[in-house]
């Protein structure tokens, strides 16, 4: 009773393939983004302090979204605590595989980053972790330049 | 104050590869004027659909719109957003003096998505969100449930409960798919697929239309004797930034206080009768009914347990089997929810029918947001 047949394609023919949209962004990363993954290649982590209130923004940005004012820059080490984990058995596609995911408070900031867990035999809230990074000729300027964070 | 004063839909079904998403659209439009008697094309005055293109698979979804709704040559409009956003606008084109008669409608065809993985991921921060994981997005929300019973100590039993009572439910509505007689122990025996989140806890897709027909006060006496009031509505949008929302449904707090303070409620857990509550993962309807303020943030699990919000408890929550039993209507969500409450305050619920003249539908814009809308209606 629980199993219910949820793709049409099992029960009849539909023309083979179905529909496709191929479309394809550049997506920009943005004043703050470029500052940050240029700064991850020196092995620096940044975030952003809002001028007025004062909190710290991680990933940072160029405004704050409480105040509407602007904010600057400022280095932090990028280690961090567990917030919240899953361990993800299904792809994008409902497929098998197994990684686990986690929220990460980072150290002094008000911010968060959500990302991989390696090198970990065992994972629990409240944990210390700090980021793995690629090396710096495999950096692409995006978030999988940080492979993922181990305890500490 | 506008009125419902008709409503139709067609399903619900884990898939209808018999009818096209417009064919749906159009049956549950029929219905709809049917059951209000009136003429679409004679009596209504705009129109209003919700539809977001990714869902849908081509862009531009309103220019899709007029001619399965009766709606050709007349005013039309698509909301990117749940049913209750529609609702929201056409209670405004009413109030503002724009119409007297307004249509609202919302579908999901979710079975003609071959890679719904892949269309919610693109709802993903595509700088500092989309490329970290290629899991499923369902990651997102085990994410915000691990988050939420950790900070108010929810128990696997609770969440338990919540499949158990609304696949229960949904074996009393015909037009539930997903009904199924569980247990706790069951559920909890079944298989993680985003420790701590159970395959069991995430609702299924579904297909479906629902149309509702809504009219000024003095033009919903004449045409219905049994109108039901829109006595509150409320949306709210707490950011999109997973660094700095709450992940306790702030979103469905506000947007419930907006919706009450219209209805003159002033202690929800005291006058509402019946809620229908966004439950596309189990978890979440434990935290949206601490949101709606119907009950206390480390009371709500011991309630679940002691039946409370069962079909006989003193407040039924998703009588009609809500997302786990009828499936996840994607846009059309709100409107499930507002359905029931609307079919329960008629008396026409059959045999899940319960004794009730206030109730509040609520729904979330599902992951990644943090988003939400919430009605008011009685009689």
Known sequence: MIDKIVDPEKLRHFPPGGGKIELYWLYTSGKAGNEFFRKLREGKFIAARCKKCGRRYFPPRIFCEFDFSETEFFEISGEGCVEAFTIAKLD?????????????????????????????????????????????????????DIKYFKPV | MPAVVGVGYYGFNTNTPDMSWK???????????????????????????????????????????????????????????????????????IESGLADIAVVEAHSKASDMKTFGEIIRHAMDPIWLKGVTRAHPYYFAALEMSYYMNKYCISEEAIAEVVV???????????????????????LNSPFVFYPMRKI?????????????????EIARKITDSPVW?????????TSSYDTRSFEALYAYKAGKMAYKMA?????????????IDDRFAFKELQHIVALQLAGKFEVCELMREGYFSRNGSLPVNVSGGNLGVGNLLEATG??????VVLQLRREAGRRQIDCELGVAQCWRYIPTASGAVAVFGV
Not at chain 1, 106 to 126: F, M, Q
Not at chain 2, 207 to 217: E, M, P
Not at chain 2, 230 to 238: F, P, Q, T, V
């Open chain 1, 92 to 144: 994008l596609n409902e497929n098998p595989m197994e990684e686990i995911i986690a929220l990460i408070k980072l150290e002094g900031t008000d911010g968060r980053i959500l990302h991989l867990i390696g090198e970990a035999k065992d994972v629990c809230i409240g944990m210390k972790v700090k980021p793995v990074l690629k090396k710096v000729d495999e950096m692409t300027g995006t978030i999988s």
């Open chain 2, 23 to 93: 064919e749906i659209m159009y049956e549950a439009a029929v219905r709809a004027y049917e059951d209000a008697g009136i003429d679409p094309r004679r009596d209504v005055d705009s129109f209003v659909t919700c539809a977001e293109d990714f869902y849908e698979g081509f862009a531009i979804f309103d220019e899709f719109v007029p001619d399965q709704l009766g709606a050709v040559v007349k005013p039309t409009c698509t909301v990117c957003a749940d049913f209750l956003y529609g609702l929201a606008t056409a209670y405004m084109q």
């Open chain 2, 165 to 187: 009572k609304n696949k229960g439910n949904a074996i009393l509505n015909e037009s539930a798919p997903y009904g199924a007689k569980l247990t706790v122990e069951s559920v």
């Open chain 2, 201 to 217: 806890e995430i609702a299924e897709r579904a297909d479906g239309a629902i149309v509702f027909v809504v009219a000024r006060d």
């Open chain 2, 230 to 238: 829109i006595k509150g509505i409320g949306w709210w949008s707490e």
């Open chain 2, 264 to 276: 003159g409620i002033e202690v929800p857990v005291k006058e509402i009768d019946i809620a229908e």
């Open chain 2, 335 to 340: 409107a499930q929810k507002s359905l029931e």
